[in-house]
């Protein structure tokens, strides 16, 4: 068998063209992964950032009915004169009362129950 020559071992001296374009390549992969890392580290800021922004995960509701403890709320809900109470929703601090009205006529009424005030009437015809 032969054996190869030790010269053929060592590495041989580049063309000076070949260096200078090896020198740009390496110059150009360190400043895009430069960019890279810099747009990663802002990206993983911006995340941080809005993590410790963000609103806690149980906010309390605007329109909690304050009471004091053990009491329940209370309050008047006032309807005009012979109106009947037929049904009535409660969603959240919202309190909507369906009423049939003296003169035979159906109305809705919807109370803030936080503010204990009337917010809407809404009147039912038909067309």
Do not use: C, H, W
Not at 12 to 20: N, Q, R, W, Y
Not at 56 to 64: I, M, T, Y
Not at 83 to 98: C, E, P, Y
């Amino acid at each position: 068998m032969a054996r190869p020559d030790a010269d053929e071992d060592q590495e041989k001296p580049l063309d000076p063209e070949v260096d200078k374009l090896r020198g740009k390549l390496i110059r150009f992969m360190v400043i895009n992964l430069g960019l890279l890392f810099v747009a990663l580290m802002v990206v993983i800021g911006a995340l941080v950032y809005k993590a410790r922004k963000a609103p806690s995960a149980n906010p309390p509701l605007s329109g909690d009915v304050q009471t004091t403890a053990g009491e329940p709320a209370s309050g008047d809900i006032v309807l005009p004169v012979g109106a009947r109470v037929v049904s009535q929703s409660l969603s959240g601090d919202r309190l909507s009362v369906d009423a049939e009205l003296a003169d035979g006529s159906r109305a809705i009424f919807v109370y803030d129950i936080a503010e204990r005030r009337l917010i809407g009437r809404f009147a039912i015809r038909n067309k």
